[in-house]
């Protein structure tokens, strides 16, 4: 089974920076895609960015040039470091990783963590 655990949460005010993280634990061998999602009140979860086994990145349109995405292989880890954080930044935030192999499910997986909070006061 996988883990997936974030954390980095929390309030911050506009202007402001947070980084998150998020750990896959588990009997992994591999991660094809990792991520990061959120979901404000009332909306649908969107993608915020997101990274290949390679490095290649991509993001929405309202988080480039101030959000970076990061990761490490060896850890099975995740970042994201949010600057010039705004109101509408608030959300739960949910880390993805995308085709999981592991030692037990040789068929890569979709998991998510269980989501942190980030609160952007004006």
């Known amino acids: 089974q996988v883990q997936l655990v974030e954390s980095g949460g929390g309030l911050v005010q506009a202007g402001g920076s947070l980084r998150l993280s998020c750990q896959a634990s588990g009997s992994i061998i591999s991660i094809n895609s990792m991520g990061w999602y959120r979901q404000a009140a009332g909306k649908q979860r969107e993608l915020v960015a997101g990274?290949?086994?390679?490095?290649?990145?991509n993001y929405a349109d309202s988080v480039k040039g101030r959000f970076t995405i990061s990761r490490d292989n060896a850890k099975n880890t995740v970042s994201l470091q949010m600057n010039s954080l705004k109101p509408e930044d608030t959300a739960v935030y949910y880390c993805n990783a995308g085709g999981v192999v592991t030692s037990s499910f040789l068929k890569g997986v979709n998991y998510w963590g269980k989501g942190t909070l980030i609160t952007v006061s004006s």
């Open positions: 990274i290949s086994s390679g490095g290649s990145t």
